[in-house]
């Protein structure tokens, strides 16, 4: 985009709009939308989301990386609340291509699960069902401390310190995503 008006015209009028939970519904909702989008020219997505599920987001991220590595400038533009798994879908895009609306919030945290395990059987077959569970909750840790790598690329702010903020929901106001190096800016 070549000027503030420009880009300003260009976030104002977004191709795809996304709102509610991060889920199937919505990443159908988004593939339909993207279908009908014009094929040229920037593409901007608008999300308000309160998250959902990370995968999806994760999906959705894969999706804008394939345009992007077509030469398509995909544009992400962040509206009230982007929270969980909102915030996840956002760090698929790089830093100079997001964008918050004034007032709006970013939250990140750490992946969450809910599990219970009932044991029975064999000893054998329930250090199995125990080593499965652990082999989960490793990978997701993994698959996590990725998205929260692509999170702060090109911010300023590090790693660790957005894993040491993740466990306590780190709300992150538009200003402050700016400042931070985050977002490119607030519209």
């Known amino acids: 985009?070549?000027?503030t008006i420009d880009?300003?015209?260009?976030?104002?009028a977004?191709?795809?709009?996304?709102v509610g939970s991060v889920d199937e519904a919505m990443y159908n909702e988004f593939r339909n939308q993207l279908s009908a989008a014009p094929e040229d020219g920037p593409l901007v997505i608008a999300l308000t989301t309160l998250g959902g599920n990370p995968e999806v987001?994760?999906?959705?991220?894969?999706?804008?990386?394939?345009?992007?590595e077509t030469g398509r400038e995909v544009i992400f533009l962040g509206k009230a609340a982007v929270y969980s798994a909102g915030a996840t879908f956002m760090a698929s895009f790089p830093v100079h291509a997001?964008?918050?609306t004034k007032g709006a919030t970013?939250?990140?945290?750490?992946?969450q699960i809910t599990r219970t395990i009932n044991l029975s059987g064999p000893l054998k077959s329930c250090i199995a069902q125990l080593k499965a569970a652990l082999n989960e909750i490793e990978q997701s840790i993994v698959i996590e401390e990725q998205g929260f790598s692509n999170f702060v690329d090109g911010s300023d702010v590090a790693f660790e310190e957005l894993r040491d903020r993740a466990p306590n929901n780190w709300y992150i106001p538009c200003d402050e995503a700016r400042d931070r190096g985050l977002i490119a800016e607030v519209i």
Not at 7 to 12: E, I, K, Q
Not at 57 to 68: E, H, K, P, T
Request: hydrophobic fraction near 50%; charged fraction near 30%; proline fraction near 3%.
């Open 1 to 3: 985009m070549t000027d």
């Open 7 to 12: 880009r300003n015209a260009v976030l104002a």
């Open 14 to 18: 977004p191709q795809l709009r996304l």
């Open 57 to 68: 987001a994760r999906a959705m991220g894969d999706d804008v990386r394939l345009l992007r």
């Open 98 to 100: 997001r964008f918050l």
């Open 106 to 111: 970013l939250m990140v945290h750490e992946r």
